[in-house]
C-alpha cells in the first residue's frame, strides 16, 4: 500500500494536514536536539522529511540513518538526498528485526509510523535493544483529540481525507486504510502504557494541535 502511494506521499501529506506536518516534524527533531545526539535511528522513514529535519538542526557530525520496509519509499527518500548533507544515509530494513548490534544509537524517532506496526511490543523491544543506555526514543504520532474537536476531526477523517487523497495520490483505498488505522489508535496514555510497559523511563507526552498529534519521548534504562 505505501508502495502504491510514494511517488506522491508528500504532497498527499502537505495537502491533507494544511501544512501543520511541517510544524508537527518541527517540534519532534527539536526535541531530538536537546539530547545532543551523535547518531539517530529515524525509523518508518518514509520519502525521509524527519531525516532531512534532523539533518538540518543536528551538528554535521552527527550520523542520521532512515530505516523503512518499503523499498519505494526508500527509493523516493533516497531521490532527494542530493544536497540535503551527507551525514544522512537510508536503508530497507524491518522494525520488528533491526539489522543493528546492541546501543548502536543515541535516540531513535518514529513519526507517524508506530501505529503501522504489526507487532508494536516487538518494535518497542528492538529499538530499546539498539539505544544505549539512557538513549532516547520520540514517538510523533496521530492521537485521538480533545472531546470538542473529535466530531469535527471525525467528520473529516471519514469524508474529506480520503476523496481528497484519492484525488492526489490516485489510491483512495489506501488512505480509508490509514483514517481507519487512525480512528482506531489509543490515546496518548495508550502509548504511554506502552513504553513504561517496554521498560522505558522518564515517559512524557505532549500534545499538539488539540490532541490531533502527541509527541511521545522516553528513555532506554
Not at 526508500?74 to 542530493?82: G, T
Request: charged residues 20%; hydrophobic residues 45%.
Amino acid at each position: 500500500m505505501f508502495g502504491r502511494i510514494a511517488h506522491r506521499y508528500d504532497l498527499a501529506n502537505r495537502v491533507l494536514s494544511g501544512g501543520i506536518d511541517i510544524y508537527w516534524r518541527a517540534h519532534l527533531v527539536k526535541a531530538v536536539r536537546n539530547v545532543s545526539p551523535n547518531t539517530v535511528l529515524d525509523l518508518a522513514t518514509g520519502s525521509g522529511d524527519v531525516a532531512f529535519a534532523l539533518a538540518r538542526i543536528l551538528p554535521a557530525s552527527a550520523r542520521i540513518l532512515g530505516v523503512d520496509f518499503c523499498e519505494p519509499m526508500i527509493a523516493e527518500a533516497s531521490a532527494k538526498k542530493a544536497g540535503r548533507g551527507p551525514n544522512v544515509e537510508f536503508q530497507v530494513g524491518d522494525a520488528l528485526a533491526l539489522p543493528f548490534p546492541g546501543g548502536a544509537f543515541d535516540a531513535a524517532t518514529i513519526a507517524f509510523g508506530y501505529r503501522n506496526m504489526a507487532d508494536r511490543p516487538l518494535c518497542l523491544a528492538e529499538i530499546r535493544r539498539v539505544l544505549r543506555p539512557g538513549g532516547s526514543i520520540f514517538i510523533l504520532e496521530f492521537s485521538q483529540p480533545r472531546r470538542w474537536l473529535r466530531p469535527f476531526y471525525g467528520l473529516y477523517l471519514r469524508r474529506v481525507l480520503p476523496r481528497v487523497a484519492g484525488v492526489l495520490t490516485g489510491d483512495r483505498s489506501a488512505y480509508d486504510y490509514l483514517c481507519g488505522s487512525i480512528n482506531a489508535f489509543p490515546e496518548h496514555t495508550g502509548i504511554s502504557s506502552e513504553l513504561a510497559a517496554a521498560g522505558f523511563r522518564d515517559v512524557g507526552v505532549e500534545r499538539l494541535t488539540g490532541g490531533i498529534v502527541a509527541l511521545h519521548r522516553a528513555r532506554a534504562p
